[in-house]
């Protein structure tokens, strides 16, 4: 993953909206959101997006695949509209690869469809950080599967959430619940 602007934050998106605007002032630049939705941050600036949810919105621009990222075959009209388009010049995956039972295929397909991209997860402090829903506590995000990280500065790891992670206080010591850290996140060149 060479050529990364890594970063630890708060889910600020501005720099990304800024960098695709002023790319698209350039010239044409294709940007599709993996497993984002119409209403999302990106919809202002995206030509196409990958999800498994009907498009709510009927009178729009943007390409929309209906597809369950997860399953090999979803991919299909997808792979081919990339060998009868080329690539997509800048993917963006927000939140989404922590829900899924294999982020690696996922991420494997974002290679296959653009040339760089954005992708941000919760950070390993928030996912370990202890809720409070009622009488009950939980650790991070409930629905997570998968906790990331980034080492050496250039490998993106994912570790599956096992129960043990929501018994153990060994986590606490790196927990943080403070916004500042609840997003990790990447971008640059898709290797």
Not at 26 to 42: A, L, M, P, R
Not at 48 to 58: E, K, L, R, Y
Not at 101 to 111: F, G, H, K, R, S
Not at 125 to 137: C, I, Q, V
Request: aromatic share 14%; with cysteine; glycine share 6%.
């Amino acid at each position: 993953m060479p050529n990364y602007n890594v970063r630890i934050g708060n889910n600020d998106r501005n720099e990304i909206i800024s960098y695709i605007l002023d790319k698209k002032k350039q010239g044409k630049f294709t940007v599709v959101d993996v497993g984002g939705s119409h209403g999302g941050w990106s919809r202002n600036v995206i030509d196409a997006i990958i999800d498994f949810n009907d498009s709510p919105i009927t009178n729009s621009n943007i390409k929309h695949f209906k597809c369950d990222i997860t399953h090999p075959d979803s991919w299909n009209n997808i792979i081919q509209y990339i060998r009868d388009n080329g690539k997509f010049d800048f993917c963006i995956c927000t939140h989404t690869l922590e829900d899924i039972m294999n982020p690696a295929y996922v991420y494997e397909q974002i290679v296959n469809i653009s040339n760089n991209g954005y992708i941000a997860v919760p950070s390993k402090y928030k996912e370990l950080s202890r809720f409070e829903l009622g009488n009950n506590s939980y650790r991070g995000y409930i629905h997570h599967r998968w906790i990331f990280d980034i080492v050496n500065d250039n490998v993106f790891l994912a570790y599956p959430k096992i129960n043990y992670v929501e018994n153990s206080n060994i986590f606490d010591q790196v927990a943080d619940n403070d916004d500042n850290k609840s997003d990790l996140s990447f971008f640059g060149k898709i290797i």
